[in-house]
């Protein structure tokens, strides 16, 4: 299937903003929805509403059956070896939090080490410092160079017997660049600490094997792979969650409760209190399904490409400066055009039907790194084509002339 076949699918890009075709460059923001996510979640609105997990009746178990259900296709989607080792969540953030007050809280002590990286996504970031905190763990940074990228051996100059958590970004949402976690996991364990990859920029773009990155945990969001806003989900190995406390108390996760205690249900329910994400893990679920039939591969080649096209065309824009490594961008590159502010250049894009992103990106420690206040990205998926490509680079030319006037 063609991209501009692909493109057809996503009902909200066949508009115009100011009398222009919508080039939506924001998905490493959050991405848009096929026809196939929204009709799921319309058709459980619809027909099989109920609550899950507790009702006998038709609707309860054909709830059920489908939330259930898309915790298999995560499952799958990740090469976990068992559904049990999935958790819904809100998203990517609510994966890390639950990872850094359950696990980090429960293994760190005064001294130890929780190692990240500067070019983390606040997500990845703030759990970490409130974990440290409140344990009185030591959070160390592996070092940066000049481009914001980090080495292995930086890794491993960075990681000691002291640490027991290492937790990175898969691919970094400012630069766009995969970090070695397959390595790094392998550095993590030999020094007895677990690995946590975000993976909220990896998860849509490229095949993901949780078994095969040997990582302890990896955490995304559903509504930037094509699902649902408001739903993610946390893979952990099934030992280290056994270990972990619930941080959320309420119906549906307990097994028994007296006048003073509790006990929870067995994995994956006791870290799902309350009313769960039905519509959203559905909708997910959907989402799976869709980029399965087009295949990660494919996607993962034609982002790849597509990101490859822009970068090139870019590099012949006098005054623009990119950011990261020259090769190697998945599906985004981040950039500053002369002096004109990042909001205005996304501002004045706007103004010709393209959506990109402006501002820090929610990485200021990255950006102090890189002496910058303030970046444009464009982001690029499944759905976007070169011809989008060229209209985003003559938007930004008309920009350039926009402010010299």
Not at 58 to 64: E, K
Not at 65 to 78: C, I, M, Q
Not at 252 to 273: C, R, Y
Request: hydrophobic share 40%; glycine share 8%.
């Amino acid at each position: 299937m063609e991209s501009s076949e692909i493109r057809e699918l996503f009902p909200i890009l066949n508009q115009k903003i100011h009398g222009y075709p919508l080039v939506y460059l924001d998905s490493a923001a959050s991405a848009q929805k096929p026809i196939h996510v929204i009709e799921a979640v319309k058709h459980y609105y619809e027909w099989d509403h109920s609550n899950v997990h507790r009702g006998v009746h038709t609707l309860g178990m054909r709830a059920t059956d489908a939330y259930e259900g898309a915790r298999v296709k995560v499952a799958r989607f990740l090469g976990a070896t068992s559904e049990k080792e999935i958790i819904f969540t809100r998203g990517a953030t609510s994966a890390l939090n639950l990872v850094a007050s359950s696990y980090a809280r429960t293994v760190c002590r005064k001294g130890d080490e929780i190692v990240v990286s500067a070019m983390e996504h606040h997500s990845n970031l703030l759990p970490w410092q409130q974990a440290a905190k409140a344990t009185g763990a030591v959070l160390k940074y592996i070092p940066l160079h000049p481009d914001g990228t980090f080495s292995i051996e930086d890794v491993e100059k960075s990681v000691t017997n002291r640490t027991k958590v290492v937790s990175v970004s898969h691919v970094s949402n400012v630069l766009g660049i995969a970090n070695p976690v397959k390595q790094m996991a392998v550095i993590a364990r030999k020094n007895g600490a677990v690995l946590v990859v975000d993976g909220a920029q990896s998860a849509p773009h490229i095949k993901v094997d949780v078994q095969e990155l040997g990582c302890d945990f990896y955490a995304f969001s559903g509504h930037k792979m094509c699902g649902p806003t408001g739903v993610g989900a946390l893979y952990g190995r099934k030992a280290l969650l056994e270990q972990m406390e619930p941080i959320e108390f309420g119906g549906e996760m307990i097994d028994h409760v007296s006048l003073h205690n509790a006990s929870w249900k067995e994995l994956p329910w006791k870290f799902e209190g309350g009313t769960p994400i039905i519509a959203g893990a559905i909708g997910l679920g959907a989402a799976i399904d869709f980029l399965e039939q087009i295949g990660m591969n494919t996607i993962a080649e034609h982002d790849n490409q597509l990101t490859r096209y822009a970068v090139e065309q870019m590099e012949r824009i006098e005054d623009l400066t990119m950011y990261g490594p020259k090769d190697g961008h998945l599906g985004l590159v981040t950039f500053n055009l002369g002096n004109i502010h990042a909001h205005d250049v996304a501002t004045v894009l706007d103004t010709y039907g393209v959506a990109i992103r402006a501002g820090h990106h929610c990485c200021q420690l990255l950006m102090r790194h890189l002496s910058i206040g303030a970046t444009a990205r464009a982001s690029f998926y499944l759905y976007n084509t070169e011809e989008e490509v060229d209209r985003f680079l003559l938007a930004l030319q008309k920009t350039k002339e926009y402010f010299k006037e």
